[in-house]
């Protein structure tokens, strides 16, 4: 599986952007994309995530009326709305993809293939 993030920018606070996730490689019924963003010296957050089965997403307390993650009919790309940014939201965004097995909650698998990154930097 090959991910490629593409949509980073330099915003101000209160701006929005929108990252693109193009998935290929494999059969994206099964598997689950998740956007994670990490700073430096931080530990890697998971922000949104969406089935590849039915579209359930998932987004995480920090972000959630937000950030909004969605993807094309065909299921790639993967996108995530980022509005009302701020600086704490500042970081390398990346997204990645794990097999999403039957009874696991999307957020809680393993997201073992991951792109590359993109920056996002929101001033004050």
């Known amino acids: 599986v090959q991910l490629v993030e593409s949509g980073g920018d330099l915003v101000r606070a209160g701006g929005s952007l929108r990252l693109s996730c193009v998935v290929s490689?494999?059969?994206?019924?099964?598997?689950?994309v998740g956007w994670f963003r990490q700073v430096p010296g931080k530990e890697r957050e998971g922000v949104a995530y969406?089935?590849?089965?039915?579209?359930?997403?998932y987004s995480a307390d920090s972000v959630k009326g937000r950030f909004t993650i969605s993807r094309d009919k065909t299921k790639t790309p993967v996108y995530l709305e980022m509005n009302n940014l701020n600086p704490a939201d500042t970081a390398v965004y990346y997204c990645?993809?794990?097999?999403?097995?039957?009874?696991?909650?999307?957020?809680?698998?393993?997201?073992?293939?991951r792109g590359q990154g993109t920056q996002v930097t929101v001033s004050s």
């Open positions: 990645a993809a794990g097999r999403h097995y039957a009874g696991l909650a999307v957020q809680t698998i393993s997201y073992d293939y």
């Open positions: 490689g494999d059969t994206f019924d099964d598997y689950a």
């Open positions: 969406i089935s590849g089965w039915d579209g359930t997403t």
